[in-house]
């Protein structure tokens, strides 16, 4: 996939490698690919935090286009994820920046692709936002918050939690774990929260706080540590 502000393009595999043309959804800053129905074709999820929502600028929403036997599907109509979405906690709100990034990756273990999404300036600190796969795809049924300040999280004051975020199993027991970047914390030398996931999906209980290597609290260095997570 290519994303760009105005379009995300999308190259189906070939025999032979990437298709030279390919499809075209709505554009945005992040994009990640999961099977969020279990139907066998992977669907795409576009992050556009900066995209207004209701007349609510910057107030952020996720595109998810489903896949098919012939590539994004034609017949289904692409969803439109923001925080006035049934069933997604808080409201949008100026620059809240839901959709700063996404990422998936079946954090519940059933199957199913879920969906990571940071919001990056919620209340001026950031968070993200869970939205669980199922047999009809994405909604809003059982979706949960992650906090910066909830109970268990390591603590490190920043303004953009949830600006990077990824689901991957980084300790090999087959369950993804969720990483969540914060560029802004500690003075801007920046941190990344890694959470554990347990049959629920990621706990705060055991998770931990990465801070940038070689820099000190006391240090004026300004790396941005977690702007980006690959």
Same mark, same amino acid.
């Given at each position: 996939?290519?994303? /760009?502000?105005?379009?995300?393009?999308?190259?189906?595999?070939?025999?032979?490698?990437?298709?030279?043309? &390919?499809?075209?959804?709505?554009?945005?800053?992040?994009?990640?690919?999961?099977?969020?129905?279990?139907?066998?074709?992977?669907?795409?999820?576009?992050?556009?935090?900066?995209? +207004?929502?209701?007349?609510?600028?910057?107030?952020? *929403?996720?595109?998810?286009?489903?896949?098919?036997?012939?590539?994004?599907?034609?017949? *289904?109509?692409?969803?439109?994820?923001?925080?006035?979405?049934?069933? @997604?906690?808080?409201? $949008?709100?100026?620059?809240?920046?839901? &959709?700063?990034?996404?990422?998936?990756?079946?954090?519940?273990?059933?199957?199913?692709? +879920?969906? @990571?999404?940071?919001?990056?300036?919620? /209340?001026? *600190? %950031?968070?993200?936002?869970?939205?669980?796969?199922?047999?009809?795809?994405? #909604?809003?049924?059982?979706?949960?918050?992650?906090?910066?300040?909830?109970?268990?999280? $390591?603590?490190?004051? %920043?303004?953009?939690? &949830? /600006?990077?975020?990824?689901?991957?199993?980084? #300790?090999? +027991?087959?369950?993804?774990?969720?990483?969540?970047?914060?560029?802004?914390? #500690?003075?801007?030398?920046?941190?990344?929260?890694? @959470?554990?996931?347990?049959?629920?999906?990621?706990?705060?209980?055991?998770?931990?706080?990465?801070?940038? $290597?070689?820099?000190?609290?006391?240090?004026?260095?300004?790396?941005?540590?977690?702007? @980006?997570?690959?």
């Amino acid at each position: 996939m290519t994303v /760009n502000s105005k379009t995300t393009q999308v190259l189906l595999g070939t025999s032979t490698g990437f298709s030279a043309t &390919g499809k075209t959804m709505t554009g945005g800053e992040s994009a990640t690919v999961g099977d969020f129905d279990k139907d066998g074709y992977g669907d795409v999820a576009v992050g556009r935090g900066w995209a +207004d929502v209701a007349g609510v600028t910057a107030a952020g *929403r996720v595109g998810v286009a489903y896949g098919s036997s012939s590539g994004l599907s034609t017949t *289904r109509s692409t969803w439109s994820i923001s925080q006035s979405s049934a069933g @997604l906690p808080g409201t $949008p709100e100026e620059y809240d920046h839901f &959709g700063s990034d996404v990422s998936a990756g079946d954090v519940t273990g059933d199957g199913y692709a +879920d969906l @990571l999404v940071g919001v990056s300036s919620e /209340n001026n *600190r %950031g968070g993200a936002t869970v939205l669980k796969g199922s047999a009809t795809g994405l #909604n809003g049924s059982g979706a949960w918050w992650l906090s910066p300040d909830a109970a268990g999280m $390591p603590h490190a004051y %920043g303004t953009d939690f &949830g /600006n990077s975020v990824r689901v991957r199993d980084t #300790n090999g +027991d087959g369950r993804p774990d969720t990483a969540i970047g914060d560029c802004s914390a #500690n003075g801007w030398r920046g941190a990344v929260w890694s @959470l554990p996931s347990n049959a629920t999906g990621p706990v705060t209980t055991g998770s931990k706080i990465i801070s940038a $290597p070689g820099t000190s609290a006391g240090s004026d260095l300004s790396t941005e540590f977690g702007f @980006l997570l690959g």
